[in-house]
């Protein structure tokens, strides 16, 4: 009897132990962050961004609600300025990315 309960929480754990090692989307949009936007802004709480005239990624809330950047995203974010990439992200790499963005609010 004893084997068997251990042999089923064995089994549990197992079961369960991808599930608690997969990413959450914010460790995801972190993860897209650092990849995509780091070279030029800072993508955490304190630091300066590498490029002065780009905005902190922790400021964005302050100029847009974070939740109306969606749209751009999907759509395609494109600025005046030709240091920053034109480019779409997916519906999952939007809802990552803003997840993150709301930890830094």
């Known amino acids: 009897m004893l084997q068997g309960m251990l042999r089923h929480g064995l089994v549990g754990l197992l079961l369960m132990t991808p599930a608690l090692a997969a990413p ?6 972190k993860a897209f962050a650092r990849a995509n ?3 030029c802004h800072a993508i955490d ?3 300066n961004s590498p ?4 905005p902190p990624l922790r400021a964005l809330h302050q100029r847009y609600p974070i939740e109306s950047l ?3 995203l999907a759509e395609g974010i494109n600025t005046g ?3 920053m990439p034109a ?3 997916s519906p999952n790499q939007i809802h990552d990315l803003l997840s993150y963005l709301k930890t830094l609010e």
């Open 81 to 83: 300025h030709a240091d």
């Open 37 to 39: 936007c780091a070279r």
């Open 24 to 29: 959450t989307a914010e460790q995801r949009g």
């Open 70 to 72: 969606g749209e751009a």
């Open 45 to 47: 709480r304190a630091s």
């Open 87 to 89: 480019f779409e992200l």
């Open 51 to 54: 490029l002065k005239i780009a």
